[in-house]
């Protein structure tokens, strides 16, 4: 082991198959004597050892009566260690979690929700659903996770992945999982696809500022099927007594990829 003292302490023992049998009564008293051996002795007496016998509670020992072991010192932390049987040699493992492993372990933890969740509510492979996570009161590292690990978990869960805040208003749910992880809850949840507005705020010029005007709209572009929607490049309706306009690829989309890649470009999700 390279850097032995950094990570390990030196231990002795008598040689008890050769010096039991050579010392008899003697050897008992040897044997504390080697154990009130303070670490620094010890390492003095490995070098020592090196170069001939030595003297030991008044025993002059060759090299081959002494049995060196290696103890660890490191932190327990950070560190396991496993010994060989004869302790002249020790094994160490950083057991550090840095954050990449963390928020792996996290994007597979979320990957098998939506997998257990599709299961659940009976969806076939070929279904076509959208998959949503919300992480209410968390630090945000399951975002983070799934975004650092987004193509890998969306290839396994065969389905679109984005955070709630993506979600269509008005999308039929399919199912939900809610539970509890690190620091916040977590829901998943299964939508079907169908329209998705643009986010609310790039509504309101066309809303005239109205938030309520906003909603309605919402709603009752919700009520339009995807071939309706995907025939007109311009939408003009009156809402609430309201003429409102609205134009495919900017307000309204055929899916959340594509309001995605126009309204959350350079997030991380597109």
Known sequence: MSDEDKWCNAKVMPNSNVLGKKLGKAFGPLRKAFAKLSIEEVADLKAKSLL??????????????????????????????????????????????????????????????????????????????????????????????????????????????????????????????????????VSVELVVPGPTMCPDEALMASCKGDKSLVEKVNAFVSTMGLETLGSLDTLTATVDKEEVTLKKGEHYFMSVEEMVAVHHKGSGWD
Do not use: W
């Open 52 to 185: 001939g016998a030595v003297n030991i509670g008044g025993q002059a020992l060759e090299p081959s009566d002494l049995v060196f072991m290696l103890q660890p010192k490191f932190d327990a932390e950070t560190y396991e260690g496993l010994a060989s049987a004869d302790g002249r040699f020790m094994i160490l493992i950083d057991i550090t979690k840095d954050e990449s492993i963390i928020l792996e372990a996290c994007s597979r933890e979320m990957t098998n929700r939506v997998q257990k969740l599709r299961k659940s509510t009976g969806l076939q492979v070929a279904d076509k659903v959208t998959a949503y996570v919300s992480d209410n009161g968390g630090d945000g590292s399951v975002f983070k996770a799934l975004q650092m690990f987004k193509d890998g978990v969306r290839k396994q869960i065969g389905l679109p992945l984005y955070p709630a805040s993506f979600r269509p208003k008005h999308g039929t749910q399919i199912g939900v999982d809610t539970f509890k992880y690190g620091k916040g809850e």
